[in-house]
């Protein structure tokens, strides 16, 4: 009875270096979340997938940030030419089906950038 | 955007004591989801709740959902050192996109 996976759970990258986090839901999921977390805050976030579709991308910087969720395989959440600003936890959330369904959450990929 | 304002921001209680939280909106909400993180972890479902009025336990743990669905709270009873951590309210705001909205978070700690 596997959770949320998200994988790595530590991720350390240059300034300029390309961060890559995946996120495979809980069997029987096929909705997605990304949030972020920085030190002493709460979740912000950022994207909402369904199985090869963007539902909602609000919270998602336009720049440099971007998110898929393909047919096969894990969901992507992918950071180009990473700043010391994307420093922060990393969460996906799963969820059985839209509107009011409670999100599962992964244990994380810690990012840091030096 | 829509927002939610939690409270306390941190406690620091012996252990037996009850704990109170809670946590308030300007606008509506269509549900409400008490969350805890330990560190290095990510967030724990606690307690859901879906109608205006709901009052719901999970063990020690007690939250309801405010009649006018803008506030929420959470009650643990007879709290243990493995309570620490930090709780979160989270809730689903108009639209029905899914998405949950997090508060700040409540730091607790327990003296033994």
């Known amino acids: 009875n596997a959770g949320v996976m998200q994988n790595p759970r530590h991720l350390v990258r240059r300034r300029g270096q390309e961060a890559r986090l995946r996120c495979s839901p809980m069997?029987?999921?096929?909705?997605v979340y990304w949030y972020r977390q920085l030190p002493e805050e709460g979740l912000k976030f950022m994207v909402y997938?369904?199985?090869?579709?963007?539902?909602?991308e609000s919270g998602m910087p336009k720049e440099r940030f971007s998110a898929e969720f393909p047919k096969e395989g894990p969901s992507i959440l992918r950071i180009q030419q990473v700043v010391r600003g994307d420093s922060a936890a990393y969460f996906c959330?799963?969820?059985?089906?839209?509107?009011?369904?409670?999100?599962?959450f992964g244990n994380g990929t810690r990012l840091t950038v030096t | 955007g829509q927002q939610l304002n939690q409270s306390p921001q941190s406690m620091f209680i012996q252990e037996g004591e009850d704990v109170s939280m809670n946590c308030t909106s300007s606008?509506?909400?269509?549900?409400w989801l008490w969350y805890k993180q330990d560190p290095g972890e990510g967030p724990v479902l606690l307690i859901a709740?879906?109608?205006?009025?709901e009052l719901t336990s999970n063990g020690r743990l007690t939250a309801q959902f405010g009649i006018t669905r803008k506030d929420s709270f959470l009650n643990i009873s007879a709290s243990i050192p493995s309570d620490v951590g930090i709780y979160f309210c989270?809730?689903?705001?108009?639209?029905?996109?899914?998405?949950?909205?997090f508060g700040q978070g409540t730091t607790l700690q327990v003296k033994p």
């Open positions: 959330a799963s969820s059985q089906s839209e509107g009011n369904s409670p999100l599962h």
């Open positions: 069997k029987g999921h096929s909705h």
């Open positions: 997938l369904q199985k090869e579709n963007i539902i909602d």
């Open positions: 606008s509506i909400f269509n549900t």
């Open positions: 709740l879906y109608k205006a009025g």
């Open positions: 989270a809730g689903h705001g108009s639209g029905n996109t899914g998405k949950l909205i």
